[in-house]
């Protein structure tokens, strides 16, 4: 399974991005989504996860200001950002891991990367 992720970019403090990570294959096959970053100098984090029962878990850091979610008809995960702050500046990557049948191999899939910068 391919990923695309786009919709990064600059914005000022306190405005928001909605990223988009497009899948090659049905989302349905996901078991888990996330989205993750890596700021220079620092290791990538997960920063959203999504289950394939809808459950979502957040790092610390964007609880109550990021919300991934999915649409299955477009096979694409989003990561709405809102009140962002420089230190949210980062690549943002997406992530997922899944089966498309049930004799069919695992897969951990990533996207490119999309930049997001957040000016002061």
């Known amino acids: 399974v391919q990923l695309q992720a786009f919709g990064g970019g600059l914005v000022q403090a306190g405005g928001s991005l909605r990223l988009s990570c497009a899948a090659s294959?049905?989302?349905?096959?996901?078991?888990?989504v996330g989205w993750y970053r890596q700021a220079p100098g620092k290791q990538r984090e997960l920063v959203a996860g999504l289950s394939s029962g809808g459950r979502a878990n957040y790092a610390d850091s964007v609880k109550g200001r990021f919300a991934i979610s999915g649409d299955n008809a477009k096979n694409t995960v989003y990561l709405q950002m809102n009140s962002l702050k420089p230190e949210d500046t980062a690549v943002y990557y997406c992530n997922a891991q899944g089966q498309l049948c049930v004799e069919c191999p695992r897969y951990d899939s990533w996207g490119q990367g999309t930049q997001v910068t957040v000016s002061s």
């Open positions: 294959r049905s989302t349905r096959s996901f078991s888990a």
